[in-house]
């Protein structure tokens, strides 16, 4: 976990959020069931809303590992942040 207490973790990956790769992704649904915060909807293929707390349960419960994040534009983001830890800056 490093040097960050728990509290400083949450704010520094609050922005990070997984993405659905719609080319993989089959619309099984476990993804859904297992979002606790129902952040997951399915049209022809699940999407991730707004809702999102980024727990990354569904990128564990996804059998096609269509469901990941992006880390390069999710650590952008992150430095965008003006929460953002400032031994990482």
Do not use: Y
């Amino acid at each position: 976990m490093g040097c960050a207490s728990r509290k400083g973790k949450l704010v520094m990956h609050s922005q990070t959020k997984p993405v659905v790769k719609q080319k993989l992704c089959t619309a099984c649904g476990r993804c859904v069931v297992n979002c606790q915060v129902n952040a997951i909807k399915i049209d022809e293929k699940a999407f991730i809303t707004n809702k999102c707390v980024g727990c990354a349960r569904c990128i564990a419960v996804c059998p096609e590992n269509a469901i990941s994040i992006l880390w390069n534009e999710s650590s952008e983001t992150l430095k965008k942040n003006d929460r953002a830890c400032l031994w990482c800056q």
